[in-house]
């Protein structure tokens, strides 16, 4: 079985910056897609921001410009770089794998496509 470990997470003044780190425990294959997921209380899980299989990068409108996603070329680890954070991107975090990239609100039968998925880690941001 596929074990996605997420580290990283921590509270963080607006502002401030947090590096996520996803690490895989199995083979990840190249048709899969590793990406970030993220769910504050009380709202829809999104997907963040994603690598797709032809390599390029997708992220969800409000993180455009301040979060960069990044996979070393085993597909055994997966980052995301958070600057300029703010109240908004107060969540838990997870990263997940499936066979498409998905960006924005995910539905419960859309989230059960993804395989395999992180417990997650907490980013707070705080005003």
């Known amino acids: 079985a596929q074990l996605l470990e997420e580290s990283g997470g921590g509270s963080v003044q607006s502002g401030g910056s947090l590096k996520l780190s996803c690490v895989a425990s199995?083979?990840?294959?190249?048709?899969?897609?590793m990406q970030w997921f993220r769910q504050a209380p009380g709202k829809e899980r999104e997907g963040v921001a994603c690598?797709?299989?032809?390599?390029?990068?997708r992220y969800v409108d409000s993180v455009k410009g301040r979060f960069a996603i990044s996979q070393d070329n085993a597909k055994k680890m997966l980052h995301l770089q958070m600057n300029s954070l703010n109240s908004d991107d107060t969540a838990k975090y997870y990263c997940?794998?499936?066979?498409?990239?998905?960006?924005?609100?995910?539905?419960?039968?859309?989230?059960?496509?993804?395989?395999?998925w992180g417990q997650g880690t907490q980013v707070t941001v705080s005003s």
């Open positions: 690598i797709d299989v032809d390599g390029e990068t």
């Open positions: 199995g083979y990840i294959d190249s048709s899969n897609v």
């Open positions: 997940a794998v499936g066979g498409f990239c998905h960006i924005g609100a995910i539905s419960s039968r859309e989230i059960r496509l993804f395989g395999y």
